[in-house]
């Protein structure tokens, strides 16, 4: 197999990966939008949870986003240049995804709801 059909099949495949990110954060926008505005309101309210279903459409995007990241500079071009890029990108998609998880579950990833702790408490 000729390396160079290789490097194009993989940068092909991240292309697609790259492309379905970004299709899912717009029908996070959409889905989300759609719902703020013929659901109706739910126990957070509609401005909250819009901005919940918003945020878990942007996660999911940005999941994706990484994986294509990762997968075109590895099998790809992986030069010293190319990795540290990586690096600095993968660090920027983590904080923005800790920021938004934070955002929609109003807690850290590794503590337990509120509600859940109320809960056991009883």
């Given amino acids: 197999m000729d390396i160079e059909v290789f490097r194009s099949g993989v940068e ?3 292309l697609a990966i790259d492309g379905g990110g970004v299709l899912i954060i717009v029908l996070g926008i959409l889905l989300a939008a759609g719902r703020a505005l013929w659901r109706p309101s739910t126990a957070l309210g509609r401005y909250r949870q819009f901005r919940q279903d918003l945020g878990r459409g942007i996660l999911l995007g940005l999941e994706f986003l990484v994986a294509a990241d990762i997968i075109r500079t590895v099998a790809v071009a992986p030069t010293l240049e190319s990795v540290l890029v990586l690096g600095l990108i993968v660090l920027i998609r983590t904080f923005l995804s800790f920021a938004l998880q934070l955002e929609v ?4 990833p590794w503590q337990r709801p509120q509600a859940t702790e109320s809960a056991e408490n009883k």
């Fill in 12 to 14: 092909q495949v991240g």
């Fill in 105 to 108: 579950d109003g807690h850290l």
